[in-house]
């Protein structure tokens, strides 16, 4: 599709790539007003996730058409603070030379071994252990570690099949953070654990636990970081007013919701949306897009090199 004059000066100049392009095509369909096609408005919005969106300074409207045609006209807004610092750590289409940051590249033969750490309702846990039983993928959940003793996903994980643990943190030491990641790290051990998925987990994990775990430790959070961290997200969109959010995975580091975005998910707010409802919609998203991050980490596709993270995923897994 050809470039209107009038939107060139909208494109970013920084840094090109096909992303790039995906989030120019979405600009020029947005300044003509066209109907574009499913597979363009898909393009768009993937694209806005990769460093182009932190490049452009203009706020953009498209006319969104098809299954999403409740929600009219969407207007992707970008706050003064878009820029995302420490978050800008993922290099996209990379030849792959880092290491894998599962350790190695595993197969449904040989699964990546993963302990999911949760403290609530564990429906993003349930989600992702009944993805891994029923669709033979190349992770697999060992061990369920829980904070809370009355979390709802303890209970779940237990009619799953899956192995429970509970670590709650101890009292009467000098410093309970250190000691209750200590407990959780024997267990890792214990269960040869490769990799950590955080899933509804209510704790920071601190530089004690992540300095023998960094770059091996990945989140999902239910905004579109770095919008709306924290652990009231949706309650902060809604009085925000904003009308798009969503759902981030992203890799863990000391700060609050703040490690370097691997993929992302948009969810429209809705007129009429309360917490309850928002949060549904973006959870159906969640529990697809976990899964399928997870995907490639086991076999390979996100690796680490000088300390920067490289996702290099195939189009034709990136569009499953």
Not at 205 to 227: A, C, D, F, K, Q
Not at 283 to 299: C, D, G, N, T
Request: aromatic share 4%.
């Amino acid at each position: 599709m050809p470039i209107p004059a009038n939107a060139t000066n909208k494109l970013p100049t920084v840094i090109q790539t096909p992303r790039i392009n995906a989030f120019a095509l979405g600009l020029c369909s947005a300044s003509t007003n066209a109907t574009t096609s499913a597979s363009s408005k898909r393009a768009y919005f993937e694209a806005i996730s990769c460093e182009a969106w932190a490049l452009t300074k203009d706020f953009v409207a498209i006319s969104v058409t098809g299954p999403l045609n409740p929600c009219g006209t969407l207007s992707l807004q970008k706050p003064l603070r878009y820029e995302r610092s420490n978050q800008m750590k993922v290099s996209f289409g990379k030849i792959m030379t880092g290491t894998p940051i599962g350790g190695r590249v595993a197969t449904v033969a040989n699964p990546l071994r993963c302990a999911v750490l949760i403290s609530g309702s564990g429906s993003g846990m349930q989600a992702l252990v009944k993805a891994q039983q029923h669709h033979g993928l190349s992770h697999t959940t060992s061990v369920v570690i829980s904070n809370r003793s009355e979390a709802g996903g303890v209970q779940l994980a237990e009619e799953l099949g899956v192995e429970v643990k509970l670590v709650l943190p101890p009292k009467g030491t000098e410093n309970t953070r250190a000691a209750h990641e200590d407990l959780i790290m024997e267990i890792l051990e214990q269960y040869d654990i490769e990799f950590v998925v955080l899933s509804g987990y209510m704790r920071l994990l601190s530089p004690h636990l992540l300095e023998s775990w960094r770059g091996r430790v990945v989140n999902i959070h239910p905004s579109y970081l770095p919008h709306f961290p924290g652990a009231h997200a949706h309650r902060d969109v809604l009085v925000s007013g904003a009308k798009l959010t969503g759902c981030t995975v992203h890799m863990v580091d000391e700060g609050m919701d703040s490690g370097a975005i691997l993929a992302q998910e948009i969810v429209p707010v809705l007129s009429g949306d309360d917490e309850v409802s928002l949060s549904k919609r973006v959870k159906v998203e969640e529990h697809r897009l976990y899964p399928r991050v997870l995907s490639w980490i086991a076999q390979g596709f996100v690796t680490m090199k000088s300390g920067k993270v490289h996702l290099d995923v195939p189009q034709v897994l990136h569009n499953d």
